[in-house]
């Protein structure tokens, strides 16, 4: 994508520093809505159309909602990428701060400013459910922790003791709101015919449960975002790569680091369950087992497995069908 004005932009949850390569200009502004116009003002006193702008951003999160929101709504071209993405394309360097970071922004939007994907108005569906998937996953964590630390004191203190009982009340209150959570993603589901449609048929495939086919459904924005199974495994960091250089370095294919974690985990919890219900899947685990493969690539490969057959229900629009007798 050909514009002919890049604007870096290094993104606080009070203030946004911004970078115009062009000009080789940087200015600071509030991160609200007077700070925004300020951007127009500077903008139309530079004489530079909107449409000729083109704002480079790191994902943020919730810092640049509203940024985004007034983006839109004066139709100026934005385009979030990855943090990581900008820091490799920067080689060795020495020092930062906001200036510096919305400088390198906009030096990295110019550099790449022929691969520039402008990022599309969010639906509001898919925010609000990401924002309630999230939420219930935060709770869960603290749930955790606060179970794990009464088990701990269950071992060296009476149950009526104030400390257990305490956390036990916490931990009451939590169930209470993970549940309420949990109702609303249901009913936000389904309310939303083309996502209700797409959670139903993924938890047709054994091993895919209420989480995980929320959490597949957000991360592939309602299977719109990836164009096939093997580019999600890629952002899941299960497809496997390989490691070879010239004659002398030969390396076992091995699974990238770089990751979206929370869904690699929930695809290793599904497979699990997956090799425990799914006879085609547990046969297949068993006998290579047997044949001395190891556990962790063998359940790597189910992982793979579970994304293609998530991808394939998508595509066919039909519920998954065990065919065990047929493929055994």
């Known amino acids: 994508m050909k514009v002919p004005h890049i604007i870096g932009v290094d993104l606080s949850k009070k203030s946004i520093d911004l970078f115009s390569h062009e000009l080789q200009v940087h200015f600071k502004i509030e991160n609200s809505v007077d700070g925004f116009h300020q951007v127009l003002k500077w903008?139309?006193?530079?004489?530079?159309?909107?449409?000729?702008?083109?704002?480079?951003?790191?994902?943020?999160?919730?810092?640049?909602?509203?940024?985004e929101a007034f983006l839109i709504k004066h139709q100026i071209r934005f385009s979030k990428v990855p943090a990581l993405a900008i820091?490799?394309?920067?080689?060795?360097?020495?020092?930062?701060?906001?200036?510096?970071?919305?400088q390198r922004i906009a030096r990295f939007g110019f550099e790449k400013r022929d691969m520039l994907v402008e990022s599309k108005e969010p639906d509001k569906a898919m925010e609000r459910l990401s924002m309630l998937h999230s939420t219930r996953d935060r709770l869960v964590k603290h749930r955790t922790s606060l179970v794990c630390a009464v088990k701990e004191y269950r071992g060296i203190l009476k149950e009526s003791d104030s400390i257990i009982q305490s956390q036990l009340q916490v931990i009451k209150v939590f169930n209470e709101q993970i549940n309420k959570i949990e109702i609303q993603i249901d009913q936000l589901i389904g309310k939303q015919q083309s996502i209700n449609q797409n959670f139903r048929l993924l938890k047709s495939i054994k091993g895919i449960g209420k989480v995980t086919a929320t959490a597949t459904i957000i991360k592939t924005r309602n299977f719109k975002s990836f164009s096939n199974p093997r580019k999600f495994a890629c952002y899941c960091g299960t497809a496997p790569f390989e490691h070879s250089?010239?004659?002398?370095?030969?390396?076992?294919?091995?699974?990238?680091?770089?990751?979206d974690k929370e869904?690699?985990?929930?695809?290793?919890?599904?497979?699990?369950?997956?090799?425990?219900?799914?006879?085609?899947?547990?046969?297949?685990?068993?006998?290579?087992?047997?044949?001395g493969k190891s556990k962790k690539s063998t359940i790597n490969i189910v992982r793979n497995k579970l994304i293609y057959r998530m991808f394939a229900v998508i595509k066919r629009q039909t519920a998954f069908v065990e065919n065990y007798l047929q493929t055994a």
């Open 43 to 67: 903008l139309r006193n530079q004489k530079i159309s909107f449409s000729q702008v083109m704002i480079v951003m790191e994902h943020t999160g919730l810092y640049s909602y509203h940024l």
């Open 87 to 102: 820091k490799r394309s920067l080689g060795l360097v020495r020092g930062k701060n906001d200036k510096i970071d919305a």
């Open 245 to 259: 250089s010239g004659k002398t370095v030969r390396r076992k294919t091995r699974i990238s680091h770089l990751a």
């Open 263 to 291: 869904m690699k985990t929930l695809l290793d919890q599904a497979a699990k369950s997956a090799i425990q219900y799914d006879k085609e899947l547990k046969n297949y685990y068993q006998r290579r087992i047997e044949e």
